[in-house]
Every structure is written in C-alpha cells, then in structure tokens.
C-alpha cells in the first residue's frame, strides 16, 4: 500500500489514508494511542511543567520583546535584572521598533511570569487554538486565542539570555 503512494494512485490520498488506518496493525496501535491520550488526560499544554522549568532554568539577566498577535499588535521591550525590570519601553507597532517608548523608573512584574499569566488566564475564557513553549527556558514563545469573532495573542520577538542591555533586542 505504500508502495502505490510513492508510485501514485489514481484513488484521493484520503482514500489511502484511509485504508492504511484501517489495517490491523494500525488499529491495534491506535486503540493504544487513543488510550494513553485519555489516560494522560485532556487538559492541554503543561503551563506548570513549562513555568518549573523556566523558574529553574531562567537566566540572572535577560531582554525579552513580545508582541501582540491578532487584534492587539504593538510591541513591550523589558530588560531584567535578578528579579527587577531595569528598563521597559512600549511601541505601538509591532515592527519596526524605531518608536520606543521608554518607562524611565519601570514597576512592572517579571515580563516572562506575567506572559505565563496571560497566556493560560485567557485560555480560560478563550480557545486556546495555538501554544509554543521555548525549549531551552520554557517561556511561552508564543499563544493564540479565539474568542468568538475575533482572537489575539502574543509572540516572543526576541529573548537575549545574560545580559540587561535593552538594545539588544530593541532593533
């Protein structure tokens, strides 16, 4: 059967599929799969695996830029300090950054831990229709929501780890 997908077939490759699926082997292995699915659950992406990981694995100094996705677009710059937010800045579109906005004495919390925050406090009252989490940190790389007619979300543009200088990711 395989064999007529790589030479072609005059039937849909969904007909194919079909059939591939339906082979005993395949059936065998999807009542396994299907069962390890529900038996690990369905509650979605693992936000409290990935915030461990990031609270274990996140760097002493950082510059992040997140920019909103969907109906929400501009851009927040922050760099960070141990467990201060030494500069932020704020920019009304998403790129290019050439309009930065600085904060000069910044009170904002942690940008990474306030991402985590609003990515799953919307997928609450949201369909959460996409997430990423960064492998090497497990920050939220990026989240997309559906909310009726419209949806929104955000994205890491940049992440420079070890370092507090703003201009890193402020291009």
Known sequence: MVGRLLVGHPRSLLALAWELLSSAGMKTWSVVALGCWLLAGCSGPDFDENRAKWRADRPEEYVISICGTGIAPG??????????????AHSGFVAPHSDWTFVEAPEQADPVEALFDRAERESESCELRNIRFDDRYGYVADYYHNCGTEGSGEEVTCFQADTSDVTRCAE
């Open 75 to 88: 851009c927040t710059l922050a760099a960070v300090s141990g467990d201060t937010v030494v500069a932020a």
